[in-house]
């Protein structure tokens, strides 16, 4: 069965440095990309970046590169997304999810529970 | 990027009823196009692939169509458990942008 199982729930402060992970199971973790998704009642479903574990490849959203660092071990099979320093901005729900493209349109067809990180002072 | 403009953004029905759902791409984006469902709480589930295909275990009451910039996710007869919010998604370039969401309630 594939699982996607995010780290919990996270209180910071602005200026904090923060790594929030995704470790998957149930499927070759390096024949997949994984892509972390951020939910905000403002902007809703955004789409930050993706990696391919296989490689390494990543591939940031303009409006996340530099703000963001996406990575994977693959020998562990967890994916990581983090921040430097946080801003109250940040304060959202994180998803990862499994990108499938066996065919040929990109497709996240797994997702995590989902991690709430709160920026507050 | 590519904005996916969806609409309605709210839709109220009833069980039994026929639903469609549309979104719009500032481009075109062949069929480059996800559907998903999210419940308050719950991570989005993926229901359509590709345009058309049918997600595995997703019932055949869902259904999509359309490429190029218009799509439709279409319900043929809602059930209880169909009420939540929709979103299409494109991957056909990066950044891979969601539509704004439908809240699809119960009348």
């Known amino acids: 069965e594939v699982q996607l199982v995010q780290s919990g729930a996270e209180v910071k402060k602005p200026g904090e440095s923060l790594k929030i992970s995704c470790k998957a199971s149930?499927?070759?973790?390096?024949?997949?990309?994984i892509g972390w998704v951020r939910q905000t009642p403002g902007k809703g479903l955004e789409c930050m970046g993706i990696?391919?574990?296989?490689?390494?490849?990543?591939r940031y959203s303009p409006s996340f590169q530099g703000q963001v660092t996406i990575s994977a071990d693959k020998s562990i099979s967890t994916a990581y997304l983090q921040w430097s320093s946080l801003k109250s901005s940040d304060t959202a729900i994180y998803y990862c999810?499994?990108?499938?493209?066996?065919?040929?349109?990109?497709?996240?067809?797994?997702w995590g529970q989902g991690t709430l990180v709160t920026v507050s002072s | 990027d590519i904005q996916m403009t969806q609409s309605p953004s709210s839709l109220s029905a009833s069980v039994g009823d026929r639903v469609t759902i549309t979104c719009r791409a500032s481009q075109s984006i062949s069929d480059y196009i996800s559907w998903y469902q999210r419940k308050p709480g719950k991570a989005p589930k993926l229901l359509i692939y590709a345009a058309s295909s049918l997600q595995s275990g997703v019932p055949s009451r869902f259904s999509g169509s359309g490429s190029g910039t218009d799509v439709t996710l279409t319900i043929s007869s809602l059930q209880p458990e169909d009420f939540a919010t929709y979103y299409c998604?494109?991957?056909?370039?990066?950044?891979?942008?969601f539509g704004q969401g439908t809240k699809l309630e119960i009348k």
């Open positions: 999810s499994r990108g499938d493209s066996t065919s040929h349109a990109l497709t996240f067809d797994y």
């Open positions: 149930g499927y070759s973790f390096t024949n997949y990309w």
């Open positions: 990696i391919y574990p296989g490689d390494s490849d990543t």
């Open positions: 998604q494109q991957t056909y370039s990066n950044p891979y942008t």
